[in-house]
């Protein structure tokens, strides 16, 4: 009953910047935390970047590069990534972790991805 909904992916050079969005809908009593992953081809799935009520985290390999941010009256983040290289090429997710207005109970959702190619 929650969906999660990403924009923004695409081709860019190395040393720009793109922004991605992704949007939860559907029966949300509240958003607890949502998070960012990042899978390059013959790579596992990783951690990029997180935002809560507590603030943020990002892995190393971004920091100082991508913010996340949130606007919590429309259950969308956001991701501004700078300063890119070939090594952030890569399907970026997004999931979120969804408390249900109708089940009262709380999971992790997935978006469905969207492809961010840096090429010169």
């Known amino acids: 009953q929650v969906q999660l909904v990403e924009s923004g992916g695409g081709l860019v050079q190395p040393g720009g910047s793109l922004g991605l969005s992704c949007a939860a809908s559907g029966s949300i009593f509240s958003i607890e935390v949502m998070r960012w992953y990042r899978q390059a081809p013959g790579k596992q799935r990783e951690f990029v970047a997180d935002?809560?009520?507590?603030?943020?985290n990002y892995a190393n390999s971004v920091k100082g590069r991508f913010t996340t941010s949130r606007d919590k009256t429309k259950n969308t983040v956001y991701l501004q990534m700078n300063r890119l290289n070939f090594e952030d090429t890569a399907v970026y997710y997004c999931?979120?972790?969804?408390?249900?207005?109708?089940?009262?109970?709380?999971?992790?959702?997935w978006g469905q991805g969207t492809q961010i190619t840096v090429s010169s």
């Open positions: 999931n979120a972790d969804v408390k249900s207005a109708r089940l009262g109970t709380t999971r992790t959702y």
């Open positions: 935002i809560s009520d507590l603030g943020t």
